[in-house]
């Protein structure tokens, strides 16, 4: 079986551009998160969905980051206009109901900011 | 709110056991877990407990869960050089389900 799927896995692009990251849970799972790793802040959840609907996203940073998921098989996260502090490594992961079973995560996708 | 506590490093000779430590605030979660993540590469589900267990045994990896003292490690067992990466607890809201995660210790491990 297929794990969580992102694209692209690097992506260096100059700032004020638009960044869209990609994602494809696991056939199934209904839950799906995204998070943002970097060394001073760890591991953040940026937002969630629930059967393609945004539950919580308070983790979001700001107005310039959206999320969509607009089927139970592709999720983006947009980051329009781009900053540098927005350089960290950002995870998908899926899991089946109820919210709170193992989430499985995918490689994730480096972002780099110039 | 929820908290997830870990040491940041960990330092073990190949063959020995290696156990890492995490303490937890929310009384409330029903399962408890680790991740290792290795260089470069996403969050891997290694083990987990439900939070009416007190242990849990996988191959080399033992989970001790002490809800009274809200503590969680993760001993591994002959310890492999395979092994080196950062490890991650974390703990579910009970209300909502996210995760909580620890900072993640580092464990290296010397031939």
């Known amino acids: 079986d297929a794990g969580v799927i992102q694209s692209p896995r690097h992506e260096v692009t100059e700032m004020g551009q638009e960044v869209t990251l990609r994602c494809k849970p696991i056939s199934g799972h209904d839950y799906l998160f995204w998070y943002r790793q970097t060394m001073m802040r760890g591991l953040e959840l940026l937002i969630y969905?629930?059967?393609?609907?945004?539950?919580?996203d308070s983790g979001m940073p700001e107005d310039r980051f959206s999320a969509k998921m607009p089927n139970a098989s592709f999720s983006t996260l947009k980051i329009q206009p781009s900053e540098p502090r927005d350089s960290a490594v950002y995870f998908c992961a899926s899991s089946q109901p109820p919210g709170d079973q193992p989430q499985h995560f995918g490689d994730g996708t480096r972002l780099s900011i110039l | 709110g929820e908290d997830v506590e870990q040491s940041l490093f960990l330092s073990v000779r190949e063959g020995d056991s290696s156990v890492i430590n995490c303490t937890y605030t929310?009384?409330?979660?029903?399962?408890l877990y680790w991740y290792k993540q290795e260089p470069g590469a996403g969050l891997q589900l290694l083990t987990y407990i439900f939070s009416n267990m007190d242990m849990k045994q996988d191959q080399r990896l033992t989970v001790l869960l002490n809800k009274k003292d809200k503590h969680l490690s993760l001993r591994i067992a002959d310890t492999q050089t395979g092994d080196s990466a950062i490890y991650f607890c974390a703990e579910s809201d009970g209300n909502t389900g996210k995760l909580i995660f620890g900072q993640g210790t580092t464990l290296q491990v010397k031939p």
């Open positions: 969905f629930n059967n393609n609907v945004p539950i919580d």
């Open positions: 929310d009384s409330s979660s029903t399962y």
